[in-house]
């Protein structure tokens, strides 16, 4: 779903690989196409999935030997007659996608789009085709009404639903502070600290607030953020 993975199943230096050969990523087993190999440039093609399944992902990139490829585009027929496929997510980077790419995939309910970079020249015009009105295209907000237009032109059945990606709202509250801090339970550090640490994706700069509650700044306080990934700073 867009991290890197791993592969091994080719020549053990990268320098040895040529454009348009086909290499297996040990991750998932799916079949990748050198598409650019010179210098600090490194670009694949997501040829197939190893074998279908109801859930698929191209991801953003796979290393190959230590260095990273961007898997830039989809090859035509991919997911093609896979009647098994329900959901497949694309990455970031891909710019091009072939033609019936998801022809014949009958099951399938949700595609989603994380790329921006789809523009009418790198979309065949039958990209795609075959997707039924059961099937919903998710994409990047900002490219909502291009990406609709570009569609339709590109195969997509006007039943078909494109909607943007939502990005879901969390809130998180986390009661298990070290029971020797005391304060937690007179509420002082739950209602200054909570808050804080988990706004913004669950992170805060600095503990601070939780040793001004506290007005120790105790060894089991800084043990506990330390614990959770967050810096305790002096």
Known sequence: TGKEETTNEQPSNTNTLTVG???????????YTIKKNAGKVHEVEYKAPKQKTDKDAVPDSIKINGATYKVTS???SAFKNN?????VTIGKNVSKIGENVFSGCKKLKTITIKSTKLKAKTLSKSTF???TKATTVKVPKKKLSAYKKLF??????????????????TTLQYTGFPADCSVVFSGAIY???????????GKMKSVNPCRDACGS???TCDTF????????LS
């Open 191 to 201: 209602g200054r600290i909570g808050i804080e640490y988990f706004q913004k994706n």
């Open 225 to 232: 953020f330390n614990s959770v990934g967050l810096a305790v």
């Open 21 to 31: 050969q086909v290499v297996v990523n040990k991750a998932d087993g799916s079949f």
């Open 152 to 169: 339709k032109s590109r195969g997509l059945s006007s039943k078909v639903k494109v909607k943007h990606i939502k990005v879901r709202q």
């Open 83 to 87: 009647k098994k496929l329900k959901t």
């Open 74 to 76: 989809i090859a035509k």
């Open 129 to 131: 085709k075959g997707i």
């Open 217 to 219: 700044g105790c060894i």
